[in-house]
């Protein structure tokens, strides 16, 4: 099946420590994105890549970072730069044509403890 | 600059009635426009959109949305609410770039038994 996963499905995350979120596709789909969402707040894009080895910062970077070493995988590290991070994070997908549809994973839920 | 406007973060109706989701976008390019629904711990699925091929587009479960240029509208209908619709629904326009979305708020579905 073709798909975007997300791993894994709750994080917990001490203070002062890095945490990785994966994201992987199968869609063959050369832009990935990472989107933050709390409550009553919709989604922000934290950062977004159209292509392998390129991406750039969405509207709340800070604090975040990630690579995009090959074309299926876009991981997400949540820095202890972060203060807030306790938040529902979504990796989302799309083809490269105008109007294509951004395809989501299932989330994963960082926690703080 | 390009936004999207969802009236009502909360909109209740009673299983059976008609369910009206409203979204009002600004765009100074012809807009791509999305809907997008998310239950509870979940990624976000399509229902539908609009790429200027029809403007009365049919999605998945039932619903549809109409592009109204004139209004920059693009209400979200269901004729009749079933138990299972209770979701949150986002609607996204593409922004000046290919690769961004523009998303709204948000809008919370409640159905009374």
């Known amino acids: 099946d073709g798909g975007i996963t997300q791993s894994p499905k709750y994080l917990f995350r001490k203070e002062g420590q890095n945490v990785t979120l994966s994201c992987e596709q199968n869609l063959n789909h050369d832009a990935m994105y990472w989107y933050r969402q709390d409550p009553g707040q919709g989604l922000r894009l934290i950062y977004y890549s159209q292509i392998v080895n390129d991406f750039q910062k969405g509207d709340i970077a800070e604090g975040y970072s990630v690579s995009r070493e090959k074309k299926e995988s876009f991981p997400l590290t949540v820095t202890s730069a972060q203060k807030n991070p306790t938040a529902f994070y979504l990796c989302?997908?799309?083809?490269?044509?105008?109007?294509?549809?951004?395809?989501f994973g299932p989330g994963t839920r960082l926690l703080v403890l | 600059a390009q936004s999207v406007t969802q009236l009502g973060s909360h909109v209740s109706v009673s299983e059976g009635a008609l369910v009206l989701l409203r979204c009002n976008y600004s765009s100074s390019v012809p807009p791509y426009l999305f809907w997008y629904v998310q239950y509870p711990n979940q990624g976000l699925q399509l229902l539908l959109k609009y790429t200027s091929a029809a403007t009365l587009v049919k999605g998945i479960n039932g619903f549809e949305a109409e592009f109204k240029k004139s209004e920059t509208s693009f209400h979200l209908t269901k004729p009749s609410a079933h138990m299972s619709d209770a979701a949150e629904y986002f609607c996204?326009?593409?922004?000046?770039?290919?690769?961004?979305?523009?998303w709204g708020a948000g809008t919370k579905l409640i159905i009374k038994p």
């Open positions: 989302a997908s799309k083809g490269g044509q105008i109007g294509e549809t951004q395809y």
């Open positions: 996204a326009v593409s922004g000046r770039s290919n690769y961004q979305l523009i």
